[in-house]
């Protein structure tokens, strides 16, 4: 079966780190874009990152940018999510997806646009 599987979420301080990966299995992924989407309790499932084919380009919300950062590695078939200077309002369920149909450069911000999505794992930072 195909399978999107995140780990490495936890309950932090403000201003920890946590690095997030995503395990596919049932298919290789090194020919899709990948991202990363965040929903916090109440709130709209929202764009954190994303990865083209290759990580030639890579793209961030700009309430992300410069504290996180998205790689990949197709050899494991795996991408992370590497958070730095966590803060409050990054507390959120994340899911990392997968965009089958992305031509090499796209970095996808639209959840609409994947077609694979994992479980989720809770990140909680405490203020």
């Known amino acids: 079966q195909v399978q999107l599987v995140e780990s490495g979420g936890g309950l932090v301080q403000a201003g920890d780190s946590l690095r997030l990966s995503c395990a596919a299995s049932?298919?290789?992924?090194?020919?899709?874009?990948m991202g990363w989407f965040r929903q916090a309790p109440g709130k709209e499932r929202e764009f954190v990152a994303a990865?083209?084919?290759?990580?030639?380009?890579?793209n961030y919300a700009d309430s992300v940018k410069g504290r996180f950062t998205i790689s990949r590695d197709d050899a494991k078939n795996t991408v992370y999510l590497q958070m730095n200077s966590l803060k409050p309002e990054d507390t959120a369920v994340y899911y990392c997806?997968?965009?089958?149909?992305?031509?090499?450069?796209?970095?996808?911000?639209?959840?609409?646009?994947?077609?694979?999505w994992g479980q989720g794992t809770q990140v909680t930072v405490s203020s």
């Open positions: 049932g298919r290789t992924f090194s020919a899709d874009a």
């Open positions: 997806a997968s965009d089958s149909n992305a031509i090499f450069y796209r970095t996808p911000a639209g959840p609409d646009e994947y077609d694979y």
């Open positions: 990865i083209s084919v290759g990580g030639r380009n890579a």
